[in-house]
């Protein structure tokens, strides 16, 4: 099972922000990681 690190997971989500030009991608990603229980991480984005 991975294991990322809050901060790993910070990295990684403002790289995936980068790779989709659409307006509502971000905040897409945001309610992906509030769902999944890291609603700390899409905080700090």
């Known amino acids: 099972m991975l294991a990322p690190t809050d901060e790993e ?6 790289w995936v922000v980068t790779q989709d030009a659409g307006a509502t991608f971000p905040q897409l990603v945001k309610e992906a990681l509030t769902h999944l229980g890291y609603p ?3 905080r700090a984005l």
């Not at 997971?9 to 403002?14: D, E, F, H, Y």
């Open 9 to 14: 997971l910070v990295a990684a989500s403002r």
């Open 40 to 42: 700390h991480v899409a």
